[in-house]
């Protein structure tokens, strides 16, 4: 397991993760007006993402695909 959550992204990934993972906050904000099962699978994507860009790893990356970043 602990390959598995070894790092596997440098800086720049970090980086675009970070952003997907504050526009995807910004989603369930707006999206907890419209439903709440809505807001709340936006929200639980935006921690995991941020999740991956503050530990450097990516869990596609880890399963074996190849990511461009």
């Known amino acids: 397991m602990k390959t598995f959550m ?3 992204i440098d800086n720049r990934g970090r980086v675009v993760r970070g952003i997907g993972a504050l526009a995807l906050l910004v989603g369930a904000g ?3 007006a419209v439903s709440w099962w809505l807001g709340g ?3 639980a ?3 995991f993402v ?3 860009a503050l530990r450097g790893w ?3 990356r ?3 695909i190849k990511t461009k970043l």
Do not use: H
């Open 50 to 52: 941020a999740f991956e």
């Open 58 to 60: 990516c869990a596609l």
């Open 62 to 64: 880890a399963c074996g």
């Open 6 to 8: 070894a790092r596997n």
């Open 41 to 43: 699978v936006l929200l």
């Open 45 to 47: 994507s935006a921690i």
């Open 30 to 32: 707006f999206g907890f």
